[in-house]
């Protein structure tokens, strides 16, 4: 077990790591329940695989639960999700001091978070994350949003949880390819900063995609203190600190819109692809050798995720995929910025890439192999 506290003046929290945790629910958040019943919120799976828990854990404390359940999937970071949720929990009488729970993946934390945030101005809310990927970087920092038809994430708020429970007995349900998706964020953290880590996800990967207890716990544990390190220096994205969070992801939300933002490429999938990318970049731009894009790759393709974006069958061009990089967040007057490597555990944000240039390399790369 591990409590790691996110420092932001006024609006710290502490983020549980632990297995078995969930079952506690009912403890860990007292202070955030001031009634006898909460909104919860949940995707089909996750609701099935734990909401019972979830249920009991606060029905031992006098607390009952109302369900609103989204279909499983990005689908549901949708405007008409949202306004279906906003008047749920208006109906239900959600008030400002009330705190809503968010138990599932990264949509149902993104979706519940944004939802918080614009209810009567900005109400509370608990994260529950149930997947990987969103224990080790989606619940924690305050990110929250929805997608629009011209791409990812374009809607949303920095909105912070009050407190988050990862309970790492709930990843024990979730199918492989998840576990897969979710450690291409784990490894991020060693890449974009921390070699030492790096080279414990080289020599431990496998352990924890396998779910093996210790090696998990370690890795939730040590990706959630990389990115409260990170949130509390730049909680915005103002300074560059948090940009570097980004790492993979302009290529990544490119590749997701390419595919439509569906089960064919999940964003953890799109992430990996994104960093292999982000390597060989930095190497085309002499930043970093091709010896150590090569272990980037090596790396995320040891997990089982994919390394070539030729493999995905797109009908596209590099152009196209560029072009749905003008809807980055981070586009600064006219100017993409990129992450990219001076070495391993060496992200920097640069600001002098051509997009003709990234064009190029992406259509090289659509046709390799
Ligand atoms: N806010 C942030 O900082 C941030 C960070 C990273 C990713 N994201 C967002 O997170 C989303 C991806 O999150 P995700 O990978 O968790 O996907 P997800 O929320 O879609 O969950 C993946 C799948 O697992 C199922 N599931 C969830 N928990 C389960 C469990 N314990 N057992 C069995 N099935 C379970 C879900 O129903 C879904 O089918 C993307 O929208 C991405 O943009 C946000
Ligand atoms: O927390 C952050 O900051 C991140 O960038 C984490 C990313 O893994 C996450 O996918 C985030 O939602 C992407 O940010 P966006 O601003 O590009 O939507
Ligand atoms: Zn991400």
Same mark, same amino acid.
């Given at each position: 077990?591990?409590?790691?506290?996110?420092?932001?003046?006024?609006?710290?929290?502490?983020?549980?790591?632990?297995?078995?945790?969930?079952?506690?629910?009912?403890?860990?958040?007292?202070?955030?329940?001031?009634?006898?019943?909460?909104?919860?919120?949940?995707?089909?799976?996750?609701?099935?695989?734990?909401?019972?828990?979830?249920? +009991?854990?606060?029905? /031992?404390? !006098?607390?009952? &639960?109302?369900?609103?359940? *989204? #279909?499983?999937? $990005?689908? %549901?970071?949708?405007?008409?999700?949202?306004?279906?949720?906003?008047?749920?929990?208006?109906?239900?009488?959600?008030?400002?001091?009330?705190?809503?729970?968010?138990?599932?993946?990264?949509?149902?934390?993104?979706?519940?978070?944004?939802?918080?945030?614009?209810?009567?101005?900005?109400?509370?809310?608990?994260?529950?994350?149930?997947?990987?990927?969103?224990?080790?970087?989606?619940?924690?920092?305050?990110?929250?949003?929805?997608?629009?038809?011209?791409?990812?994430?374009?809607?949303?708020?920095?909105?912070?949880?009050?407190?988050?429970?990862a309970d790492?007995?709930?990843?024990?349900?979730?199918?492989?390819?998840?576990?897969?998706?979710?450690?291409?964020e784990?490894?991020?953290?060693?890449?974009?900063?921390?070699?030492?880590?790096? +080279?414990?996800c080289? /020599?431990? !990967?496998?352990? &924890?995609?396998?779910?093996? *207890? #210790?090696?998990? $716990?370690? %890795?939730?544990?040590?990706?959630?203190?990389?990115?409260?390190?990170?949130?509390?220096?730049?909680?915005?994205?103002?300074?560059?600190?948090?940009?570097?969070?980004?790492?993979?992801?302009?290529?990544?939300?490119a590749?997701?819109?390419?595919?439509?933002?569906?089960?064919?490429?999940?964003?953890?999938?799109?992430?990996?692809?994104?960093?292999?990318?982000?390597a060989?970049?930095?190497?085309?731009?002499?930043?970093?050798?091709?010896?150590?894009a090569?272990?980037?790759?090596?790396?995320?393709?040891?997990?089982?995720?994919?390394?070539?974006?030729?493999?995905?069958g797109?009908?596209?061009?590099?152009?196209?995929?560029?072009?749905?990089?003008?809807?980055?967040?981070?586009?600064?007057?006219?100017?993409?910025?990129?992450?990219?490597?001076?070495?391993?555990?060496?992200?920097?944000?640069?600001?002098?890439?051509?997009?003709?240039?990234?064009?190029?390399?992406?259509?090289?790369?659509?046709?390799?192999?």
């Amino acid at each position: 077990m591990a409590v790691i506290r996110v420092e932001l003046a006024g609006r710290g929290y502490d983020v549980h790591v632990g297995h078995g945790l969930l079952d506690n629910a009912g403890y860990l958040a007292r202070d955030f329940i001031r009634k006898d019943r909460v909104a919860a919120v949940a995707d089909r799976n996750s609701h099935a695989a734990h909401g019972g828990r979830l249920e +009991a854990a606060l029905g /031992a404390s !006098g607390v009952g &639960v109302d369900w609103f359940i *989204a #279909e499983p999937g $990005e689908g %549901a970071k949708s405007w008409g999700v949202l306004e279906k949720l906003v008047d749920w929990l208006l109906e239900h009488g959600v008030e400002r001091g009330d705190h809503i729970f968010a138990l599932g993946g990264g949509v149902v934390g993104d979706l519940t978070g944004f939802a918080a945030a614009v209810l009567k101005r900005g109400c509370g809310f608990v994260q529950i994350p149930t997947t990987l990927l969103a224990q080790v970087d989606s619940s924690v920092g305050g990110k929250t949003a929805i997608n629009t038809r011209a791409g990812k994430n374009l809607v949303g708020a920095f909105h912070q949880p009050a407190l988050v429970l990862a309970d790492t007995a709930t990843l024990g349900t979730l199918p492989a390819r998840e576990m897969g998706a979710g450690y291409a964020e784990v490894i991020k953290y060693g890449i974009l900063g921390d070699p030492d880590f790096f +080279a414990w996800c080289e /020599a431990n !990967g496998a352990k &924890v995609t396998a779910r093996e *207890a #210790e090696a998990l $716990e370690y %890795a939730v544990t040590r990706s959630v203190e990389a990115k409260a390190r990170i949130v509390a220096q730049d909680e915005r994205e103002t300074t560059g600190t948090r940009a570097l969070l980004n790492l993979g992801h302009t290529f990544g939300h490119a590749l997701e819109a390419e595919t439509g933002f569906s089960d064919r490429l999940l964003h953890g999938e799109a992430v990996a692809l994104g960093m292999v990318l982000a390597a060989r970049y930095s190497a085309r731009l002499d930043y970093i050798s091709l010896d150590d894009a090569n272990r980037v790759t090596q790396a995320i393709a040891s997990a089982g995720l994919r390394t070539e974006i030729a493999a995905l069958g797109m009908d596209c061009t590099g152009r196209d995929l560029a072009a749905h990089m003008l809807h980055d967040k981070k586009m600064d007057a006219g100017t993409l910025p990129f992450i990219l490597l001076r070495g391993i555990g060496e992200a920097f944000v640069d600001r002098q890439v051509a997009m003709e240039d990234v064009a190029a390399f992406l259509s090289e790369q659509l046709q390799a192999h």
